[in-house]
Each structure stands twice: as C-alpha cells, then as structure tokens.
C-alpha cells in the first residue's frame, strides 16, 4: 500500500547533532497508531516539524519512509496550533464551550497553514497513493487537495469528539470547516455517535443528505463510518519482555513498597479529567482508611499546548489538587499520588502498565483513548482491572470487561477502584479476558483494514 499520511504532529521530534540526525518518537494517539505501519509499509509523512527553519525539510526514517516537515512561522504557530485548533476546535468539539475562543486572526492562519500542508502532499503525491489526512487540525486540507486535482481516494479521520449541530452552530466558519472536510472521499470517526452528530451538522449546515454509510452532496457520495483505532499490539506485547522493560518494573514495584499500585497516563489537558480522578481518589481514601499506606497511585501527565492559558490553568489546579491529597492522607514513607509532568517512552510506560494492578482512565471526554487499550495489552497476565469512563471513546468496545464509570461521579470514582481493589482473581481474568480479545482483534491493523481499503463506490 502506498500511503501519504498527513498529520500536525511529527511521528519524530528530528534534531541534527554533529551532522549526524537524531530521531526521537513523539508521544500521542495518532503516532503511536501510524508510525509503526509506514516503518513497516513505507510512505510519506506530511506534519509540522516544530523547531522551524532548524527543522531539515525531508528526512529519511528507512529506505522507504519519508517525513516531509511543513516549516511553520511564529505567526501560523499562534495563530494556527495554538489558535483556531486548540483554543477554538479543541474546546467547541469536546464540548467546553466556555473554554472556546473565537478569533478571526485564528481563522485566517488556520486556513494559510492548512494551504500550506495541502502544497506540501500536492509536491510529493504521484498517482498511486493513497492520502490519509488527519484531525481537526487540517479539516480544510481534503478539499484543497481536491481542488488540486488528486484523482486518487483521500481519507480523512477524525480523531477527536464530533460534536452536534447544537454544540457546532457557535462555530463562525462551520460551513468552510465541514466542506473542507467533505473534500474527502472516506470520512473516518471512532464511534457511531459522531457519525451521527456528523450527518447531522452537514444536514443542518449544507442542506447535505444522507443515509447510514453516507453523505450525498454537491453531485458527490462521501462515504462515513464508524472505525475506532486500534493499537499496535505486537510492538506492546514485545516491549513487555524486553529485560530492560521487566527489570525496571521489578525494581520500580519493589521501591513503591505499597500492595497496591494504580497508574494513570495521560496528556495533561482539560479533558483528561485529571482533577475529578485526584477528587475520586481523595474520597477513597477518606471512605477507605484502611487503604492509606497500602495503594500508591502513579499519575503520568504530559506538558501539552503549554503556551494556552487554559492549559496554564489546568495545570495549577492539578498541582494544587496533588498537593491537597498529599497534604491531607501522604504519611512520611508512603505517597497516595506520585504525580509526574512529564514525557515518557513507550518502554517506561509499559514498565508503568506492568506494576499496575488497576488503571484509572478517566477522561471527561476523550474522543477514544489508546491508553486504555495499551494498558490491557500489557497485561499478558489476564490480571489488572481496567477503570474505564463511559465518556471515552473507547467504552464503546471496552465496556464488556472494563468498570465503567462517571467521572463526574466522585462516589462512584472511589467505589470503582475499592471494587477493582477487592475483585476475585477468577473476575479479574474473565474480564480482563474479554479486554485482551476485543483490543487484540481491533488492532491497528484491523483499523486500516476496515478504514482504508475501503474505496468509494
Ligand atoms: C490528540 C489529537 C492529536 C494530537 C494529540 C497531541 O490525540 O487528536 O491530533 O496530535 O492529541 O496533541 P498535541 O497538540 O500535543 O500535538
């Protein structure tokens, strides 16, 4: 399959030291997803490469693996990343309306930048690829690349919430943003509920038809499904017996000295959850003295959009929350919540995955959640209990397995992990169980089987 996959985010962050080039894996959903397809198929990459004009233009990962960087100015930066995607889109699509900003500068290098990334595939596409455009960072980008004359198919998947018309209609530039979109031929979601609230908005906005698979508009089908991404399983279950992965967790496991370890990984951003989850564990240990000293929770949280204020503001409330829980339950020689801001590799999370006896995926609104997936992948054990919100994505395949719960529900939140805590072995493996198949099943290349091969009638 020859593929051009066209994201914001580098799969590599690329540094040149002595001449010589560093590769480093970024962290994220769509990385982790795509980088190890095009390492074993081949393609192009299209994405921003971050450090501007140090950035080498091209770089080579294998001989048949391409990144082409999109060099970005500090204004299309502004006023595009940290504008109109993640200060407008961000927000209104999760549902955080008074979160959301509104800017018409936003807009206008939104739509520069996502010229600027349709030139970039028009200058490497040959006949013969297939173009995956991604996210709601480039939703103008399928159009114009139509308008460019691309013959072949083009998808697009969005991997964050679709929100409904009555969430949408605030959007000034809802009509340029959905027949961006509709340039695509494919249009990937990962539940069927935005599929709908998707259909909706078109009808709504453009006077668009459609039925279950499709969308009818402007003389063209556009097909519409329903595909959650899977993980790369391979790559997860061989990372969890490197000796290097299963030596650190030993160790790691032996210094927390607690019977009990939870882990939770996450970007630190307001969908996340992460106040109400300190909350719920909070209640938990108030609820259930006899567990101080005996569970210890580690909280990964990873610096993301770091220049927004409302990430400034969530990052003071989380610290301040962390502290609030140390302060009341931490006892010298035990800490309830180990709290790091920071980035991980993929080999130190999966030592996290292994120690944890339960993990608390709790966003409030998640468009899917891979952590949750990559969590029951390293668990080869069938033990480890999965607390799942039912605002992720992911709940939709994982609720025959996981706990399922409200996380605005701090009762519920405290309850869950006691469950998890108390749960009988022979539960514990049904469960995770019926998680191992569904999460080993749907993988990544499940996920590109049902997605991309599906070319339009
Ligand atoms: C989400 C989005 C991705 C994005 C990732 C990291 O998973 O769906 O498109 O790349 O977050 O966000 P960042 O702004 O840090 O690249």
């Not at 919100?389 to 409200?406: H, K, M, T, Y």
Request: proline share 4%; aromatic share 14%.
């Amino acid at each position: 399959m020859k593929l051009i996959v066209v994201s914001n985010r580098e799969p590599y962050r690329v540094e040149t030291v002595r001449g010589r080039t560093k590769l480093e894996k970024t962290v994220g959903g769509l990385v982790s997803a795509l980088e190890p397809v095009l390492r074993k198929e081949g393609g192009v990459w299209v994405c921003w490469g971050r450090k501007g004009q140090k950035t080498p233009l091209e770089v080579k990962v294998t001989s048949n693996f391409l990144i082409k960087h999109v060099p970005l100015t500090s204004a299309d930066v502004s006023e595009y990343y940290y504008g109109f995607a993640n200060d407008t889109l961000w927000p209104l699509c999760h549902m955080f309306i008074n979160r959301t900003h509104f800017n018409n500068r936003y807009w206008l290098g939104y739509s520069r930048v996502n010229r600027k990334f349709a030139k970039a595939v028009s200058e490497i596409y040959s006949p013969g690829y297939k173009v995956l455009v991604n996210d709601y960072q480039l939703a103008l980008v399928p159009k114009l690349l139509k308008e460019q004359g691309i013959k072949d198919t083009i998808y697009m998947f969005w991997h964050i919430p679709f929100p409904p018309y009555f969430i949408l209609r605030f959007l000034p530039q809802r009509r340029e943003l959905l027949e961006g979109m509709l340039g695509a031929d494919v249009i990937g979601f990962h539940t069927q509920h935005y599929v709908q609230n998707f259909q909706e908005c078109v009808r709504e906005v453009l006077g668009a038809f459609y039925d279950d698979n499709a969308i009818y508009w402007n003389g063209r089908k556009i097909k519409v499904k329903a595909v959650p991404v899977g993980i790369d399983v391979n790559k997860w279950e061989k990372l969890t017996e490197e000796p290097k992965v299963v030596k650190y967790a030993q160790n790691l496991r032996r210094k927390l000295g607690v019977e009990y370890v939870g882990i939770g990984v996450d970007r630190l951003d307001y969908t996340k959850g992460l106040e109400e989850k300190f909350k719920g564990i909070g209640r938990f240990f108030e609820k259930y003295p006899s567990f101080r000293g005996k569970v210890s929770f580690i909280q990964i949280a990873a610096p993301t959009r770091t220049r927004l204020e409302e990430y400034m503001d969530i990052k003071r409330k989380t610290d301040e929350i962390v502290g609030m829980i140390e302060g009341r339950f931490g006892e010298p020689g035990w800490v309830p919540i180990y709290y790091y801001y920071k980035n991980y590799g993929d080999d130190r999370l999966a030592s996290f995955y292994m120690i944890a006896d339960f993990a608390l995926v709790t966003p409030v609104i998640d468009g899917l959640n891979l952590v949750s997936k990559e969590y029951v992948v390293s668990r080869k054990r069938e033990d480890g209990v999965l607390i799942l919100s039912e605002f992720a994505g992911a709940s939709v395949q994982l609720r025959n397995g996981a706990i399922i719960v409200n996380p605005f529900d701090e009762e519920a939140l405290a309850e869950s992990i006691y469950i998890a805590l108390k749960m009988k072995k022979r539960e514990k493996r049904e469960r995770m169980k019926a998680l191992r198949e569904k999460v080993i099943k749907e993988d990544i290349h499940w996920w590109l089987k049902n997605f991309l091969e599906d070319v339009p009638a």
